[in-house]
């Protein structure tokens, strides 16, 4: 998904997205743009025990 669809998808600007995505770079190291970096977030930020929500 483009950043632009997200951005509609989120009801928020582009550049809102572009920006939310440059601090986590920032913060973490891994670029969401990069696939295999986006796959490890996803696993590493994951809850482990499949529970969605508090």
Do not use: I, W
């Not at 998904?1 to 951005?7: D, G």
């Not at 590493?44 to 929500?53: E, K, N």
């Amino acid at each position: 998904m483009s950043v632009k669809e997200r951005a509609a998808s989120l009801y928020c600007h582009r550049n809102t997205v572009v920006n939310r995505l440059q601090a986590f770079r920032e913060a973490t190291g891994l670029d969401l743009a990069v696939r295999r970096e986006g796959a490890l977030a996803l696993v590493l930020f994951s809850d482990p025990d499949g529970v969605d929500g508090p």
